[in-house]
T-cell receptor, first 113, second 116 residues
Framework: DVKVTQSSRYLVKRTGEKVFLECVQDMDHENMFWYRQDPGLGLRLIYFSYDVKMKEKGDIPEGYSVSREKKERFSLILESASTNQTSMYLC????????????FGSGTQLSVL | AQKVTQAQTEISVVEKEDVTLDCVYETRDTTYYLFWYKQPPSGELVFLIRRNSFDEQNEISGRYSWNFQKSTSSFNFTITASQVVDSAVYFC?????????????FGQGTRLTINP
């Protein structure tokens, strides 16, 4: 089974802190995604990557950056966390071999105080 | 731009009732894919179905069935004889190809509660 692992299930940070959310997949997928989930808004794409060192902005990239130095790892960075970034963050991966079906991690609930 | 609308925010039914979750989408692409995902309380989204735009046949998988109608841009999901384990948030999604990768645009989600 494909496994997408997010490093933390719950995270509490203070305003202004730099925050790293880590995601690792074990199936050699080319594509990786970061979404945030908010009530009433569904899932919104922050950034995605279709290859190592490649990244594309999603629908809401402001306030975020990403890093993909290795194929299996995709990191989401909040340079200076703000309270409006309190949310559930979901990582996903996919490949052509999976018919573009996304496999999701369990999510990280981030609270910024 | 791609858009997916799930107008039903919450649905609550009694066990064994049938329930239909609505999904309406907007796209200018001629080739696209539609998906349904289930998010149980554990949080991890689980893939249910993928349907391409050229295949309008309805699909049935056990108690689950999907009705894809291109004419009305809808991809509705029906659970027959619902069970408590079906309680979850359900998301409809539409694919959009960017740089050779299919990114998904999700609807707002429908929270389904099945009461015993």
């Amino acid at each position: 089974d494909v496994k997408v692992t997010q490093s933390s299930r719950y995270l509490v940070k203070r305003t202004g802190e730099k925050v790293f959310l880590e995601c690792v997949q074990d199936m050699d997928h080319e594509n990786m995604f970061w979404y945030r989930q908010d009530p009433g808004l569904g899932l919104r794409l922050i950034y995605f990557s279709y290859d190592v060192k490649m990244k594309e902005k999603g629908d809401i990239p402001e306030g975020y950056s990403v890093s993909r130095e290795k194929k299996e790892r995709f990191s989401l960075i909040l340079e200076s966390a703000s309270t409006n970034q309190t949310s559930m963050y979901l990582c996903a991966s996919s490949s052509i071999s999976t018919n573009e079906k996304l496999f999701f991690g369990s999510g990280t609930q981030l609270s910024v105080l | 731009a791609q858009k997916v609308t799930q107008a039903q925010t919450e649905i609550s039914v009694v066990e064994k009732e049938d329930v239909t979750l609505d999904c309406v989408y907007e796209t200018r692409d001629t080739t696209y894919y539609l998906f349904w995902y289930k998010q149980p309380p554990s949080g991890e989204l689980v893939f249910l179905i993928r349907r391409n735009s050229f295949d309008e046949q309805n699909e049935i998988s056990g108690r689950y069935s999907w009705n894809f109608q291109k004419s009305t841009s809808s991809f509705n999901f029906t659970i027959t004889a619902s069970q408590v384990v079906d309680s979850a948030v359900y998301f409809c999604a539409l694919s959009e190809e960017i740089q050779g990768a299919q990114k998904l645009v999700f609807g707002q989600g429908t929270r389904l509660t099945i009461n015993p």
